[in-house]
């Protein structure tokens, strides 16, 4: 360019407010906008603290701690053993403990979904004859309520876990932890969405009664396991993004589960049953993924120095975070509301708040952070193809590395985003991106639609403090 053109035709690049971009485009001129926010928001106290972290002596102890809880995700190797009941195989569960998604929160204080799911749950498990009888007991102080992060376990949406309930066993032979997850009701009308008529009672039974017992049967067949990261590593590049498009997925868990099932000791009947079942939603193998992610992420827990993420999850009132370096603490901010297309009949003001312990897929890099593998995805959950793309480049700016064993295609074969820095989403403003469902504002009805939603800052402000006050006092 020379000093002519400097001012005869200007190439503008507008940071900030579009005021600038604005006059440029009113006298005839282009600008490019960047999308950009002052570190920390411009809060000064913020910036104050992300400056203490980056003190030499201070950085390098993060920055190694971060290293090692990247290789400790990226090296876990989750494999599926087994299926039990959640009484018997959940750390800490009893009789009468219900685990719900999300941060802790109390009974009172729940959302529709929520509430819904639990009431159902406590009909299905026969501690109240009815809803009513399920709603005066949930609120009698006689129930437990838990976050399943905090028994080892994740669960969709409301993430209501009761202990008749069947779990996924997944162990983590890298790190040697296990999680847990429920099974899959497929889609719409059920519990994890807070229905809970008999219908949906009736489901439950007959996957505590049959799915259950026969999936335990069949890997009691299988005793190498099933490698669950290979499996994920595949589904990726066959189109699915493992959170909310599952296509591939499911078709591969059931070929692995299928030799299995067929020499179990059911009934051909219940083996046709069971089929059907998985055959009646791509989403079987959802709740798989998640507690691969759960047992992968859980091996980071406790790294003394480490800002990177270890859990997202929202309870439908709050969005809630965990960092490697300060277990067992959270660091919450209101939920959002999911931006997507709705089912037909419904409105975004029917919706309930973001919901679930699904954001532990984002959280190991795979789901929002994927969505490049799976373009097919937007037909589902809004926005453009280009915009998908744009999602897995753009998480990189808050991550530690790339996922060199689960990896995208149509982005030369680049690792999925991994490993969550608290430090780069407060100094660049990026929040993960995270792709779900939407379940209705109210208890009985389910699910409504599905979309796009971001974490609240205030969640990753929180941990930053409590960060900087630890390691720089």
Same mark, same amino acid.
């Given at each position: 360019?020379?000093?002519?053109?400097?001012?005869?035709?200007?190439?503008?690049?507008?940071?900030?407010?579009?005021?600038?971009?604005?006059?440029?485009?009113?006298?005839?001129?282009?600008?490019?906008?960047?999308?950009?926010?002052?570190?920390?928001?411009?809060?000064?106290?913020?910036?104050?603290?992300?400056?203490?972290?980056?003190?030499?002596?201070?950085?390098?102890?993060?920055?190694? %701690?971060?290293?090692? %809880?990247?290789?400790?995700?990226?090296?876990?190797?989750?494999?599926?053993?087994? @299926?039990?009941?959640?009484?018997?195989?959940?750390?800490?569960?009893?009789?009468?403990?219900?685990?719900?998604?999300?941060?802790? /929160?109390?009974?009172?204080?729940?959302?529709?979904?929520?509430?819904?799911?639990?009431?159902?749950?406590?009909? @299905?498990?026969?501690?109240?004859?009815?809803?009513?009888?399920?709603?005066?007991?949930?609120?009698?102080?006689?129930?437990?309520?838990?976050?399943?992060?905090?028994?080892?376990?994740?669960?969709?949406?409301?993430?209501?876990?009761?202990?008749?309930?069947?779990?996924?066993?997944?162990?983590?032979?890298?790190?040697?932890?296990?999680?847990?997850?429920?099974?899959?009701? !497929?889609?719409?009308?059920?519990?994890?969405?807070?229905?809970?008529? !008999?219908?949906?009672?009736?489901?439950?039974?007959?996957?505590?009664?049959?799915?259950?017992?026969?999936?335990?049967?069949?890997?009691?067949?299988?005793?190498?396991?099933?490698?669950?990261?290979?499996?994920? %590593?595949?589904?990726?590049?066959?189109?699915?993004?493992?959170?909310?498009?599952?296509?591939?997925?499911?078709?591969?868990?059931? !070929?692995?589960?299928?030799?299995?099932?067929?020499?179990?000791?059911?009934?051909?009947?219940?083996?046709?049953?069971?089929?059907?079942?998985?055959?009646?939603?791509?989403?079987?193998?959802?709740?798989?993924?998640?507690?691969?992610?759960?047992? %992968?992420?859980?091996?980071?827990?406790?790294?003394?120095?480490?800002?990177?993420?270890?859990?997202?999850?929202?309870?439908?009132?709050? @969005?809630?975070?965990?960092?490697?370096?300060?277990?067992? !603490?959270?660091?919450?901010?209101?939920?959002?509301?999911?931006?997507?297309?709705?089912?037909?009949?419904?409105?975004?003001?029917?919706?309930?708040?973001?919901?679930?312990?699904?954001?532990?897929?984002?959280?190991?890099?795979?789901?929002?952070?994927?969505?490049?593998?799976?373009?097919?995805?937007?037909?589902?959950?809004?926005?453009?193809?280009?915009?998908?793309?744009?999602?897995?480049?753009?998480?990189?700016?808050?991550?530690?590395?790339?996922?060199?064993?689960?990896?995208?295609?149509?982005?030369?074969?680049?690792?999925?985003?991994?490993?969550?820095?608290?430090?780069?989403?407060?100094?660049?403003?990026?929040?993960?991106?995270?792709?779900?469902? /939407?379940?209705?504002?109210?208890?009985?009805?389910?699910? /409504?639609?599905?979309?796009?939603?971001?974490?609240?800052?205030?969640?990753?402000?929180?941990?930053?403090?409590?960060?900087?006050?630890?390691?720089?006092?």
């Amino acid at each position: 360019m020379t000093v002519t053109d400097l001012f005869t035709s200007p190439k503008v690049v507008n940071l900030g407010l579009d005021m600038f971009a604005d006059d440029v485009a009113s006298q005839g001129g282009t600008a490019v906008r960047m999308d950009w926010t002052p570190p920390g928001g411009g809060d000064q106290a913020v910036v104050a603290q992300l400056r203490a972290l980056e003190e030499p002596t201070v950085a390098a102890t993060i920055e190694a %701690a971060n290293a090692e %809880a990247y290789q400790r995700i990226v090296s876990a190797q989750p494999v599926l053993t087994g @299926f039990g009941r959640a009484l018997d195989v959940v750390p800490g569960m009893t009789p009468t403990t219900i685990l719900h998604a999300g941060p802790p /929160i109390a009974w009172a204080d729940m959302n529709g979904p929520m509430k819904g799911a639990i009431t159902g749950a406590l009909v @299905f498990e026969g501690l109240a004859k009815d809803l009513d009888e399920a709603y005066e007991l949930a609120g009698s102080g006689d129930i437990t309520f838990d976050p399943c992060h905090e028994h080892g376990a994740v669960g969709s949406m409301a993430g209501v876990t009761s202990p008749s309930m069947f779990m996924h066993v997944v162990e983590n032979r890298t790190h040697g932890n296990t999680s847990y997850t429920n099974l899959s009701e !497929q889609l719409s009308k059920i519990l994890r969405m807070g229905a809970n008529d !008999q219908s949906v009672v009736d489901r439950l039974v007959w996957m505590r009664d049959v799915l259950g017992p026969m999936l335990a049967e069949a890997m009691t067949l299988n005793t190498d396991g099933i490698d669950l990261r290979l499996m994920m %590593a595949q589904a990726l590049h066959m189109g699915d993004e493992c959170h909310n498009r599952n296509v591939a997925g499911t078709t591969l868990l059931v !070929q692995a589960l299928s030799p299995y099932l067929v020499e179990t000791s059911f009934s051909t009947q219940d083996k046709v049953d069971v089929l059907n079942f998985v055959a009646s939603s791509d989403y079987f193998s959802g709740p798989t993924w998640m507690a691969a992610c759960k047992a %992968a992420l859980d091996a980071a827990e406790g790294i003394e120095g480490s800002t990177v993420l270890t859990t997202m999850a929202r309870n439908g009132v709050e @969005f809630g975070i965990r960092v490697a370096g300060l277990p067992g !603490q959270w660091f919450t901010g209101p939920a959002q509301q999911v931006m997507g297309p709705m089912f037909a009949g419904y409105k975004p003001e029917d919706s309930g708040l973001d919901i679930g312990d699904s954001a532990i897929t984002e959280t190991y890099g795979i789901g929002g952070f994927a969505m490049a593998s799976a373009p097919a995805i937007v037909a589902l959950v809004g926005g453009t193809v280009d915009e998908a793309m744009g999602y897995s480049r753009t998480m990189n700016d808050i991550t530690t590395g790339n996922n060199p064993n689960v990896t995208i295609p149509a982005l030369d074969f680049m690792g999925v985003p991994t490993g969550i820095d608290v430090r780069k989403v407060v100094e660049t403003g990026v929040l993960p991106v995270i792709n779900t469902a /939407i379940a209705h504002k109210d208890a009985g009805i389910g699910m /409504i639609g599905a979309g796009i939603v971001n974490p609240p800052t205030e969640a990753f402000t929180k941990a930053l403090t409590a960060i900087a006050s630890r390691y720089t006092a």
